[in-house]
């Protein structure tokens, strides 16, 4: 089983319509993220989460919200969906050693979930 | 801010070396990762640079240059299994800030 999920693996929506991206880990890592990528642009960070009390906003969060509801589980909203939107999104997590000078910042990526917006 | 630069895409022979090179500018600049990524796949970590110098990890290897803002990966005795996106990312504030990725193309 994979230690970081996404749910669902493929979505594909209608403009305007609420959606939600789920992420699930058993790393037992503190920080989370999400990604979305682009052919062409690579990975964009949205949004990420230090802990459950942290949310932080990356260089593109404009019409996401997300949700840290558990150390485990961090979950991505798109309130209104827009066809510029369609996109591969990735979820990924990383550890916090507790140590400034240990925390190197690896990445553990989900398998990704592809959504379309038409 | 930081500003990550990589080639779109090189071409190369199987069992040859090709050497992807990344310049970064970058404030509260940690670290320097690699990563590999297959069309429609996750990124898989391949190498971490913190401090300046060659890192080897069986065909990869790895070089970083603070001073510079400079990092290249180096694959060699390239398979065709090689063929794969390779993304250049720097870690500062917590966080991985990605380059757009080099295409690696591998013929035989």
Partial sequence: ?118 | GQNIDQPTEMTATEGAIVQINCTYQTSGFNGLFWYQQHAGEAPTFLSYNVLDGLEEKGRFSSFLSRSKGYSYLLLKELQMKDSASYLCAGYSWGKLQFGAGTQVVVTP
């Fill in chain 1, 1 to 118: 089983d994979a230690d970081v999920t996404q749910t669902p693996r493929n979505r594909i929506t209608k403009t305007g319509k609420r959606i939600m991206l789920e992420c699930s880990q058993t790393k037992g890592h503190d920080r989370m993220y999400w990604y979305r990528q682009d052919p062409g642009l690579g990975l964009r960070l949205i949004y990420y989460s230090f802990d459950v009390k942290d949310i932080n906003k990356g260089e593109i969060s404009d019409g996401y919200s997300v949700s840290r509801q558990a150390q485990a589980k961090f979950s991505l909203s798109l309130e209104s969906a827009i066809p510029n939107q369609t996109a591969l999104y990735f979820c990924a997590t990383s550890p916090n050693t507790g140590d400034p000078t240990k925390n190197t910042g690896e990445l553990f990526f989900g398998e990704g979930s592809r959504l379309t917006v038409l």
